[in-house]
């Protein structure tokens, strides 16, 4: 021990050590104490929307109402995800970007959910097929929205499944009011008019050929018809067949088998202006 003492360079890097340690010391206390000044409470939020959105479901006001309440700390102790957090949790608030703003504020990105259909348990499903929980009323503030129903955790299916199903019935002029997804994955779709359409699965011939294909034959069909069709069943290979409610809760009891009341079969090439027969 006696040794280190009579070492100088010992002793100086040694002095050296201790001296660092007492500055760094002095600056992490100094740093904490500048840190708590009163200038750097928080004492501004700027709310906006996303960039290329409007925030319509949800106000500025009420958005820092919300966070005032929740949210602690100062411009360097905040936590920027709890305060994150708190945004996301206030209803019709999809996605909340948040960051620090010099020297005592805060900047808050907001994104608002955008209500696309009704699930079946009573949540929204967004434009992203996502199921959040709102004010069914302010859902349907701009119309009443189309139902949608399919087993847990297939809500981005449907979704993406209604999208494609709405542009191949357009051109008929009407829209869809409704469509599921059972648990054996077969579709069935509702128009505006009161049609359902039964899709089945994408087994052999896609959904999307199925239903295309009687669109472009279906303005024919309807100048044969005298009376309004309930239910166009398109499960089949070569065409489809119209059937009454009654018909089809029959038909479902009995075996799941398919039969008719009138089946339009389509040729290779049906164009607008061939007939189409009955059998």
């Known amino acids: 021990m006696s040794g280190l003492w009579n070492d100088a360079r010992a002793l100086n890097a040694l002095a050296n050590a201790l001296l660092g340690a007492t500055l760094l010391a002095a600056m992490a206390a100094g740093a904490w104490w500048v840190s708590q000044r009163p200038f750097f409470t928080l004492a ?20 820092r109402s919300a966070v005032a309440r929740r949210v602690q700390g100062n411009f360097f102790a905040v936590d920027l995800d709890a305060v994150r957090a708190v945004f996301e949790a206030v209803p019709w608030v999809r996605r909340a970007g948040v960051r620090r703003v010099w020297p005592d504020g805060l900047e808050v990105s907001i994104e608002e959910h955008r209500a696309l259909a009704l699930w079946d348990d009573g949540r929204i499903v967004n434009t992203f097929g996502e199921l959040f929980v709102a004010n069914l009323a302010e859902a349907e503030e701009d119309g009443e929205l189309p139902q949608f129903s399919g087993p847990e955790g297939t809500a981005l299916q449907v979704a993406r499944r209604y999208a494609e199903l709405r542009e191949a019935v357009a051109a008929l002029d009407v829209q869809p009011d409704a469509l599921s997804l059972s648990a054996r994955h077969a579709w069935t779709l509702r128009l505006d008019d009161g049609t359902t359409l039964l899709l089945g699965r994408d087994q052999g011939m896609p959904v999307e050929r199925r239903l295309a294909r009687w669109v472009q034959t279906w303005p024919v069909v309807t100048a044969t018809l005298n009376r309004r069709a309930e239910v166009i069943d398109l499960r089949y290979p070569n065409g489809f067949a119209i059937r009454s409610l009654a018909r089809l809760e029959h038909d479902d009891k009995d075996a799941g088998s398919l039969r008719p009341a009138a089946h339009h079969p389509v040729p290779p090439r049906a164009r607008s202006e061939r007939p189409h027969r009955q059998r």
């Open 44 to 63: 501004h939020v700027r709310i906006d929307a996303v960039q290329g959105h409007e925030l319509q479901r949800v106000s500025p006001a009420q958005l």
